[in-house]
C-alpha cells in the first residue's frame, strides 16, 4: 500500500496534534521535576500535571492511533516513558503512605498546628513567637482540610518551597516548611528520589527524541511544523 505523499495533511496532523504537544508536555515535566517536584496529590493519590503521553492528545486520540500504528518504532520509548511516570506515582504514594504513620510526624503537625494557631510572631524576628489572646488567634489552617496530617505530606513530597498566598496553608507552611521537609527521609523518600530522577533522566534524552521524530517527517513530507495562519 502507497504510503503518505510530499505536504500529507495526515502527516501535517501527526506532527501538529500529537508531536508537538509531546515536546511541549516532556518540556513542562522536565520544568516541574526540575524544581523537584511531581505535582502528587493525595487526593486522588495522582501526578497531577505528569500524565501518561496519551493523555496530553486525549483530544487527538484517532490522530494519535494512526500514527502510532504507522511509525510502531514510536511505540516503546512511548511506554518506557509511562513506565518511569507510573514508577514515581507509586513511590510517592508509598513515601505518602509511610510519612502519615510516623508519631513523630503526626506530633509534629499538631504541635505546629497549635503554635500557628496559639502565639503570633515577634516584629522582625518572625520564628519567634508570643502568645495571644483566643480572640486574636489566627484561623486553623486544618480547618476544613480532610486530614492536614496528608496535605503537609504532600508538601514534603514536592519539596514545596515558597507557598503563593492562594493557598489557604500558605503562612503555616511557609513559616514551618524547614522542620517538616527535615522530615523527608528514609527508605520510602529514597525510592521516590530514586524514581524522580529515572523519568528526569529519561525525558532529557526523550524530549530529544520527540524533536527527531519530528525533524525526519518534516523533511521527508516537508509539512509546517506548526499549522499556517488562514
Not at 199 to 226: C, H, M, Q, S
Request: proline share 8%; hydrophobic share 35%; glycine share 6%.
Amino acid at each position: 500500500m502507497e504510503g503518505p505523499k510530499k505536504g500529507s495533511p495526515r502527516v501535517a496532523a501527526w506532527i501538529h496534534a500529537v508531536l508537538n504537544p509531546w515536546v511541549d508536555a516532556v518540556e513542562n515535566e522536565l520544568a516541574i521535576l526540575g524544581r523537584g517536584g511531581t505535582t502528587w496529590r493525595y487526593l486522588p493519590r495522582r501526578l497531577e500535571f505528569i500524565l501518561p503521553m496519551k493523555d496530553y492528545v486525549a483530544v487527538a486520540h484517532h490522530t494519535l492511533d494512526d500514527y502510532l500504528r504507522a511509525r510502531p518504532e514510536s511505540k516503546p520509548k512511548v511506554e518506557e516513558h509511562d513506565r518511569h511516570r507510573d514508577d514515581l506515582e507509586r513511590a510517592a504514594c508509598g513515601a505518602h503512605d509511610e510519612l502519615v504513620k510516623r508519631p513523630e510526624f503526626r506530633s509534629l503537625v499538631a504541635d505546629r498546628l497549635r503554635k500557628f494557631t496559639t502565639t503570633a510572631p515577634v516584629r522582625g524576628n518572625p520564628r519567634a513567637r508570643v502568645k495571644v489572646a483566643p480572640e486574636q488567634q489566627r484561623p486553623n489552617p486544618a480547618s476544613g482540610v480532610r486530614e492536614f496530617p496528608s496535605l503537609v505530606a504532600e508538601r514534603i513530597i514536592n519539596q514545596v518551597q515558597e507557598l503563593p498566598e492562594y493557598y489557604t496553608d500558605h503562612a503555616f507552611w511557609n513559616l514551618y516548611r524547614g522542620d517538616f521537609l527535615a522530615m523527608r527521609h528514609g527508605r520510602a523518600f529514597e525510592t521516590l528520589d530514586a524514581s524522580h530522577a529515572g523519568l528526569e533522566g529519561f525525558n532529557r534524552i526523550f524530549r530529544d527524541t520527540l524533536k527527531d521524530w519530528r525533524f525526519a517527517l518534516l523533511e521527508e513530507y516537508d509539512v509546517p511544523p506548526a499549522p499556517l495562519e488562514p
